[in-house]
């Protein structure tokens, strides 16, 4: 159709003959084609103008007024603050501790309608990481120094480039920080900040001195849209039966699914029901709330889940499995951002399926 109109512009501007351009006029103005061209068109400019029309969640606050001459010194950074929690934790807490090795204050600027959000829902789960920074309501003014660091999602890059810095201001313009190194030895640091739940999580079985629970988290929404990593059911299940052969054996066991796809989660349990499965309908806040009280082994399905990483990095047992990222069709590998050693634990296990053609999961070796 876009070609069709083409044909007629082209015809209207370069033809010099008045009466052949009048009847090609008038014969196109008859044809329903010529009107359905042109509501197509209408319509095609609307929605770009729409796709293009700036997310009013986005649109920057007034830059914040700060004071100079304070006699301390601040470190801020650019935040992926429309992600979810996940990726908030991997910055808040990179940021921390950052902050310390360079001894400056942690500050938080709400920049838009997405750092507010960040703000609240990391303070509903962590207050105490959230206690540590300084809140300044407005945008990074341009007084304040700005400093390349940490440019690809995935990796670690050393804080000590940053030592040399004098000003007083610095505002990192890397996101994500999605690296343990950063906050290597904060674990018990970082669980004890999380909130008390008032969650009682009625539905879901508890570990005990006789109950061993495996948590599962499963992520495909999304993922599948943008070409991440999605484990299919047979990896899930050959997994489960991997870590039931590895992990201490208490009287009972129980499987709990987390996750954003109801319906994959439920036919899951389904079909390993006969080991007393589960599947959590509560927030993600309080799944890892949970995790850090009852999830004696976790398995991490979707390799590159930052929600699936924190339920394994929280979790009471602190024994982690994931699909190992290298033998996936995940898009994040081509962009060279992401190293393995930076963003898994060195005591996690990673797994693979034991060859092209045969789909039982073993473990994959460093
Ligand atoms: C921050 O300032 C904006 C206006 O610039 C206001 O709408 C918002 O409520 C303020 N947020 C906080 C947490 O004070
Ligand atoms: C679960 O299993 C029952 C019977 O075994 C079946 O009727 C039901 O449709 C199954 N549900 C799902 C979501 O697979
Ligand atoms: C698949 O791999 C597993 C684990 O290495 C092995 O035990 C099994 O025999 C293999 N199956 C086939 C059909 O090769």
Redesign the pocket.
């Known amino acids: 159709m876009a070609t069709r109109m083409l044909e007629i512009f082209r015809l209207t501007i370069k033809n010099e003959n008045g009466l052949f351009f009048a009847t090609y006029s008038k014969k196109a103005v008859k044809s329903p084609l010529f009107w359905m061209i042109l509501v197509y068109s209408i319509f095609t400019v609307f929605l770009i103008r729409a796709m293009h029309e700036e997310d009013p969640m986005e649109v920057p606050?007034?830059p914040a007024q700060i004071n100079f001459r304070t006699s301390r010194k601040y470190i801020s950074s650019n935040y992926a603050s429309s992600s979810r929690l996940g990726n908030h934790l991997f910055e808040l807490a990179s940021v921390l501790s950052i902050s310390r090795e360079l001894q400056r204050v942690p500050t938080f600027f709400?920049e838009n309608c997405y750092h507010?959000k960040m703000w609240e829902d990391s303070n509903t789960l962590i207050p105490g990481l959230m206690n540590h920074f300084l809140i300044i309501?407005?945008s990074v003014p341009s007084s304040v120094k700005r400093v390349k660091f940490h440019q690809k999602c995935c990796t670690f890059d050393d804080p000590s480039l940053l030592d040399n810095y004098e000003d007083e201001y610095l505002h990192l313009t890397g996101t994500h920080y999605q690296s343990w190194k950063y906050f290597s030895h904060m674990r018990n640091e970082l669980i004890g900040y999380l909130k008390t739940t008032e969650n009682t999580y009625m539905d879901l079985p508890k570990s005990g001195e006789n109950t061993f629970i495996t948590c599962v988290h499963v992520r495909r929404g999304d993922f599948l849209r943008v070409g991440f990593h999605v484990a299919d059911e047979n990896f899930i299940r050959s997994s489960l039966n991997l870590i039931s052969r590895q992990v201490a054996k208490r009287a009972n066991t129980a499987t709990v699914f987390f996750g954003d796809d109801y319906e994959f989660m439920d036919s899951l349990r389904n079909r390993t029901s006969k080991i007393n499965a589960f599947v959590s309908q509560n927030s993600p806040a309080d799944d890892l709330l949970y995790a850090k009280s009852n999830c004696d082994v976790v398995l991490i399905t979707a390799a590159h889940s930052t929600f699936g990483w924190w339920m394994g990095y929280f979790s009471k047992g602190n024994r982690v499995y994931y699909t190992d990222i290298q033998f996936t069709k995940d898009w994040i590998l081509e962009t060279g951002e992401f190293i393995s050693e930076d963003y898994y634990l060195p005591h996690w296990t990673p797994l693979k399926y034991a060859g092209s053609d045969n789909f039982t999961v073993i473990q994959s070796f460093k």
Do not use: A, L, Q, T
């Open positions: 606050y007034p709400i507010e309501n407005g």
